[in-house]
């Protein structure tokens, strides 16, 4: 079965402090995507990540992919109230296929960042 | 920018009617795709659209059709509406072709609620 898990589910954090969101997912891809949904708000895109190793960064977010572990994660660094959110990852189980883009989606995780 | 825009932003309809989620994108994506956004649950995918009048299921069809009568257009039809169809519908778009590099571009979402 092709499943993406996502952990935590819910993550409250203070403002400045660092935390990590996990993402791991049941098979082998090499393609995996981040997006952010603000409340009441649709799904906006965060990073692609392509191969093993791959690290991008945005501001106070990072996302880096290790497609051996079948595992990405989505660092954050000093916490601003901005960045509340929820977050999914996502991933192309048959990237290199005919997937037309297809995505598997985890159950994303909802951050509050609170002073 | 890419935009994708879905009729209607929120819907009140009675079990046993028939629903039109319309969605439609600017930027001649070949790919197109509807989601149900649930709580816990994340995005699970309805259906799919790769090229004009083309479709596969995703991983819930069950109560669900789409047309795509033009390559801007996907709509989505709940043929008989049920209160377990009540849920946030979001229409995405991608690129093509079929290389799975294309980031999903999503539209703003429709709340559906059946009554």
């Known amino acids: 079965e092709l499943k993406v898990e996502q952990n935590p589910l819910f993550l409250s954090m203070q403002e400045g402090k660092n935390y990590t969101i996990y993402c791991n997912y049941s098979?082998?891809?090499?393609?995996l995507y981040w997006y952010r949904q603000d409340p009441g708000k649709s799904l906006e895109s965060l990073f692609v990540?392509?191969?093993?190793?791959a690290v991008k960064q945005e501001g106070r977010l990072m996302a880096s992919l290790d497609t051996k572990a079948r595992l990405s994660t989505l660092h954050i660094t000093a916490a601003v109230h901005d960045l509340s959110a929820t977050y999914f990852c996502?991933?192309?189980?048959?990237?290199?296929?005919?997937?037309?883009?297809?995505?598997?989606f985890g159950q994303g995780t909802i951050l509050t960042v609170h002073p | 920018d890419v935009k994708v825009t879905q009729s209607s932003r929120y819907l009140v309809k009675r079990t046993g009617e028939k629903v039109f989620l319309e969605c439609v994108q600017d930027?001649?994506?070949?790919?197109m795709f509807w989601y149900r956004q649930d709580p816990g649950l994340g995005l699970r995918l309805i259906y799919f659209?790769?090229?004009?009048?083309?479709?596969e299921k995703g991983d819930i069809p069950e109560g669900y059709s789409v047309s795509r009568e033009k390559k801007e257009r996907f709509s989505l039809i709940l043929e008989s509406a049920s209160t377990n169809q009540t849920s946030m519908y979001l229409c995405?778009?991608?690129?093509?072709?079929?290389?799975?590099?294309?980031?999903?571009?999503f539209g703003p979402g429709t709340r559906l609620l059946v009554l």
């Open positions: 995405a778009s991608s690129l093509g072709p079929s290389t799975g590099l294309e980031t999903q571009y």
């Open positions: 098979t082998t891809s090499d393609r």
């Open positions: 990540l392509l191969s093993n190793g």
């Open positions: 996502a991933v192309d189980f048959n990237a290199g296929g005919t997937s037309y883009g297809k995505l598997t």
């Open positions: 930027m001649d994506h070949e790919n």
């Open positions: 659209s790769y090229d004009v009048k083309m479709k």
